[in-house]
């Protein structure tokens, strides 16, 4: 089945070292994007790729990067994680920004542990 | 830009009743709406979406219905059960501009068996 797949599940890294968060999608979408999501909260959009174009958020902070090497696969850098970054991330993906086709379908999440 | 409110933030229903779920938008040029049902430990899932040229769409037990003029949709649940426990979130996308939808803060649903 055609999906979104975030690895790992959960990660567990320490204050200041850096991490990377991966997402790949199997429905050739032209879209991905990065979401934060804290307990109780709504999902926070960090950025997103339409193909090779970046759009960053104006709030998102600079220790946050993201690279898309291909249209199947993304990552999220967070270089210098601090204790406020424990959170659930979301990978989502888009067919396209236009028309019909800019549903969203998003991956399980990796969740961010900081010690 | 676009604001969506959204509410109850909890809601709690016994097994076979209905739950209803609103939101609010402020951009009158928003036009398409989607719902998503977010398990523990999951990410969100698409249960449903309305585009603004239609005022309700139904699929099996779940229904969503839009009001243009007054700028509010809501999500109806038929014959809850206890595996629609979940938190629902629903979004709005403004046509033209930023394509990425806005999301509201979330209703945690509990259906009691």
């Known amino acids: 089945d055609a999906m979104v797949i975030q690895n790992p599940r959960y990660q567990v890294t320490q204050f200041g070292k850096p991490v990377t968060l991966s997402c790949s999608q199997t429905l050739n979408h032209n879209v991905m994007y990065w979401y934060q999501q804290k307990s109780s909260q709504a999902p926070k959009l960090l950025f997103h790729y339409y193909d090779k174009d970046f759009n960053n958020e104006a709030d998102t902070p600079d220790n946050f990067q993201s690279r898309r090497p291909n249209t199947s696969f993304c990552f999220l850098d967070i270089r210098s994680p601090g204790l406020g970054d424990a959170a659930m991330y979301l990978c989502?993906?888009?067919?396209?920004?236009?028309?019909?086709?800019?549903?969203?379908?998003f991956g399980p999440g990796t969740r961010l542990t900081v010690t | 830009g676009e604001n969506v409110e959204q509410h109850p933030s909890t809601l709690s229903v016994q097994e076979g009743d209905s739950a209803v779920i609103k939101c609010t938008y402020s951009?009158?040029?928003?036009?398409?709406f989607p719902w998503y049902k977010q398990e523990l430990g999951k990410g969100p899932q698409l249960i449903i979406d309305i585009r603004s040229n239609v005022g309700e769409k139904k699929d099996q037990r779940i229904a969503v219905t839009l009001n243009k003029t007054a700028k509010h949709f809501s999500l109806h649940i038929t014959e809850t059960q206890p595996e629609d426990s979940a938190v629902y979130f629903c979004?709005?996308?403004?046509?033209?501009?930023?394509?990425?939808?806005?999301f509201g803060r979330g209703t945690s649903l509990i259906v009691h068996p």
């Open positions: 979004a709005a996308r403004a046509a033209g501009g930023s394509y990425i939808p806005t």
């Open positions: 951009d009158s040029a928003s036009n398409y």
């Open positions: 989502a993906t888009s067919r396209d920004s236009t028309g019909t086709r800019y549903e969203q379908y």
